[in-house]
C-alpha cells in the first residue's frame, strides 16, 4: 500500500511541481479563461519561455485546454480541463496550510 502511495504522489508532483505551475492552475480557476498575454500580465516575473514551457505541459498532461480561433492576429485562449478543475480542492488545502502555518 506504501508503494502505491508513493507512486501516487510522485505522479501527482511531476504534474504540479513545477515552478509556476500551481499559480496556473489558480489563476485559471479564478479567472476560468485566460489569453496567453493576460497570463503575461498576471505574472510579469514570468518570463515568456517559462509560461509557453508550463502552458504545453500542463496541455500535454490535460490538465489544461488550448482554444486557437483562425483568425489574424491569432487568437488563443487557456482555460482549466475537467482534470484541472479536479485540483481545485487541492489548491485550497494548500492556500488553508499556508494561512495557517507561515504566509
Not at 77 to 101: D, F, H, M, V
Request: aromatic share 6%.
Amino acid at each position: 500500500m506504501a508503494c502505491e502511495k508513493r507512486v501516487s504522489l510522485e505522479y501527482t508532483m511531476s504534474i504540479i511541481g513545477g515552478k509556476w505551475t500551481l499559480v496556473l492552475i489558480y489563476l485559471l480557476s479564478v479567472h476560468k479563461i485566460l489569453r496567453y498575454g493576460e497570463l503575461r500580465k498576471l505574472l510579469p516575473k514570468i518570463t515568456h519561455k517559462m509560461l509557453s514551457s508550463r502552458l504545453k505541459e500542463l496541455e500535454k498532461e490535460k490538465i489544461i485546454l488550448r482554444k486557437e480561433y483562425p483568425q489574424i492576429p491569432p487568437k488563443v485562449e487557456y482555460s482549466l480541463t475537467e482534470k484541472g478543475r479536479s485540483l481545485i480542492p487541492l489548491l485550497n488545502a494548500l492556500c488553508k496550510w499556508g494561512s495557517e502555518n507561515g504566509a
